[in-house]
């Protein structure tokens, strides 16, 4: 084996590693920050919420991935809204990781307690404020697991985002593999780097678990 390859291009590595990180971390903000608006809807008191929240849930999940990147990538101009490939990338993404994390949280939401609601609406507690101090921390032992079982999956499919002409990590090494035909090498250090990328993300789990005191 030669691993020349992987030091020649060492810098190579660092700029799709570091596109695949800003895709991985913005899109598990954005689809995060979007589920909750949208579990709330799930089984919110207006029936057009409700229907518009299933609607959404529904066709997320249902869709491949990659079909929602190549809509947002060449569907959207047909329209007259025009993305780069970055952009685009974390839009796809974005919006099909949102399916999932709705419903990780709507049941988590649903398995708190409805004791704890009505106490709330008896104190006259503001649903936003009896949400975020009350709510949201009791659902956050039922919710981790599932949602960084999730997230783990969503930074493994950011090398979706190489189909859409995204220079990021698997992309790169495709490119790499086809110029030098060093498969071993190139695909070892990948996986290297998706496995520290992938150990972040557990430590993150970890310190969260430990904060809101849940069994190891």
Known sequence: MDWTVVTDNAGLFVSA????????ATTIVLSVLLAVPLALMRDA??????????VYSWSTRAMPTLSLLFLAYYGLPQLGIYLDPLPAAIAGLTISAAGYNMEYIRAALKAVPAGQYEACRAL?????LALRRLIL?????????????????????????????????????????????RPIEILTVVGLVYLALNGVLVGVQKAVERHYRLPA
């Open 17 to 24: 590693t570091l596109n695949t990180v800003a895709i991985a």
């Open 45 to 54: 008191r207006s029936p057009p919420l409700r229907v518009a929240g299933a």
């Open 124 to 128: 006259g507690i503001p649903f936003g």
């Open 137 to 181: 921390p009791q659902a956050m032992r039922i919710l981790l697991p599932p949602l960084s079982s999730n997230l783990t999956l969503l930074l493994k499919g950011s090398a979706l985002a190489s189909l859409v002409a995204v220079n990021e990590l698997t992309g790169q090494a495709m490119a790499l593999i086809s110029d030098t035909y």
